[in-house]
Nanobody, 128 residues
Framework: QLQIVESGGGLVQPGGSLRLSCVVS????????IGWFRQAPGEEREGVSC????????YYAESVKGRFTSTRDSAKNTVYLQMNSLKPEDTGIYYC?????????????????????WGQGTQVTVSS
């Protein structure tokens, strides 16, 4: 049974950092593309970052480029999202999602409909 669990969220001041973890079980990361998404209250879910299943392609949303870094540890079946220089507009629930679509073996996408396995999310609040 596929399971995705996010952790690492919390309350941080503007300019601070957080590292989110996405631990997957029931499947091997090497066969799945992983996407990070976030959703603010009253807003649509938006893509933040994704890693292709072969690990060679990583995309970031323009709003987080240069501040967020996504990495994968296949031995631990874990994907990380390091978030630096956080801003109030980064506030939201952060979700991790997985897709075994063959298209995403070398690429990945930043739209939610590209993924069919989701975690429950972790809250990130950036506020002074």
């Amino acid at each position: 049974q596929l399971q995705i669990v996010e952790s690492g969220g919390g309350l941080v001041q503007p300019g601070g950092s957080l590292r989110l973890s996405c631990v997957v079980s029931g499947f091997t990361l090497d066969n799945y593309a992983i996407g990070w998404f976030r959703q603010a209250p009253g807003e649509e879910r938006e893509g933040v970052s994704c890693i292709s299943s072969n690990g060679n392609t990583i995309y970031y949303a323009e709003s987080v480029k240069g501040r967020f870094t996504s990495t994968r540890d296949s031995a631990k079946n874990t994907v990380y999202l390091q978030m630096n220089s956080l801003k109030p507009e980064d506030t939201g629930i952060y979700y991790c999602a997985a897709s075994a679509t063959p298209l995403m073996s070398r690429l990945c996408v930043l739209y939610p409909s590209g993924y069919d396995n989701w975690g429950q999310g972790t809250q990130v609040t950036v506020s002074s």
